[in-house]
């Protein structure tokens, strides 16, 4: 069985990340095809760098396991990913965008469950701190983007 351990990292990265990228630039012009391209950068270059550095970490700190857990990352960043460019590729911009809130938050609130679960705390606040920070990365994006837009005298 794949411990939780394995993929945690991975998908709470590809998540936040991703939702960050298709909520900053989902008012722009072209934001389809912005926002592709800015998620498949994420999953090529971000994806490599972070499984990397976390393969070098645990290296240097003597965990075993370190190629598998680098490969799970990069796996599963891909997979999230790529399930958000399949989003914006299939759906109207404003359906796409939804549904990958939906979707990216369903991870993010698993993954709170099933940890808390095995830390035995509570599960219900655990859901609630990183749902949290997940809606903050979002409409932090969100207003960076309207910031950015008015200094350039841009509408959205």
Do not use: W
Not at 46 to 74: C, L, P, T, V, W
């Amino acid at each position: 069985m794949i411990k939780l351990k394995n993929f945690s990292f991975g998908a709470t990265s590809a998540v936040i990340t991703g939702l960050a990228i298709i909520v900053g630039l989902s008012g722009m012009s072209d934001s389809n095809i912005t926002i592709i391209t800015a998620l498949l950068i994420l999953a090529l270059a971000d994806n490599i760098s972070d499984s990397f550095g976390m393969h070098m970490y645990q290296r240097s700190e003597h965990i075993k396991g370190a190629r598998k857990s680098a490969a799970m990352n990069f796996i599963t960043r891909i997979a999230i990913v790529l399930s958000f460019v399949a989003f914006i590729l299939l759906l109207p911009i404003n359906y796409a965008v939804a549904a990958s809130i939906i979707f990216g938050l369903l991870i993010i609130t698993v993954l709170s469950y099933l940890i808390a679960k095995d830390l035995k705390i509570d599960p219900y606040f655990a859901i609630a701190k990183y749902l949290a920070l997940a809606v903050f990365v979002m409409l932090a994006s969100f207003y960076l983007r309207e910031i950015i837009m008015r200094l350039a005298g841009a509408s959205p």
